[in-house]
């Protein structure tokens, strides 16, 4: 599966972004899917997941609240909505695929390629 991150962009503090991740191929609904991010110097870490048929999710503590993630597989998409959203989220979000609802990073085997959100303060 190809996967292809848009949406990021520049926000204010306590302001709102939604970023989307389309798939290609028709398998899309067998994968759970995560959201990642990486700051410059920093690992990627993990931010938000969702089973196959969004029965569960999960998320990293510093996101919970404030960010929800979701999918619509009739439109083979992933959507991470970030709300109230601090300076410390400013990162390159990248959303992967995994045959297993995880926080590992490496279980997750195809990766988009990132979509930059910056937010100020």
């Known amino acids: 599966v190809q996967l292809q991150a848009f949406g990021g962009g520049l926000v204010q503090a306590g302001g709102s972004l939604r970023v989307s991740c389309v798939a290609s191929g028709r398998t899309f609904r067998t994968y759970a899917m995560g959201w990642f991010r990486q700051a410059p110097g920093d690992e990627r870490e993990f931010v938000a997941a969702?089973?196959?048929?969004?029965?569960?999710?999960y998320y990293a503590n510093s996101v919970k609240g404030r960010f929800t993630i979701s999918r619509d597989n009739a439109r083979n998409t992933a959507y991470l909505q970030m709300n109230s959203l601090k300076p410390e989220d400013t990162a390159v979000y990248y959303c992967?695929?995994?045959?297993?609802?995880?926080?590992?990073?490496?279980?997750?085997?195809?990766w988009g390629q990132g979509t930059q959100v910056t937010v100020s303060s």
């Open positions: 969702i089973s196959s048929i969004s029965v569960s999710t």
């Open positions: 992967a695929a995994s045959e297993l609802l995880t926080m590992r990073r490496d279980d997750y085997r195809y």
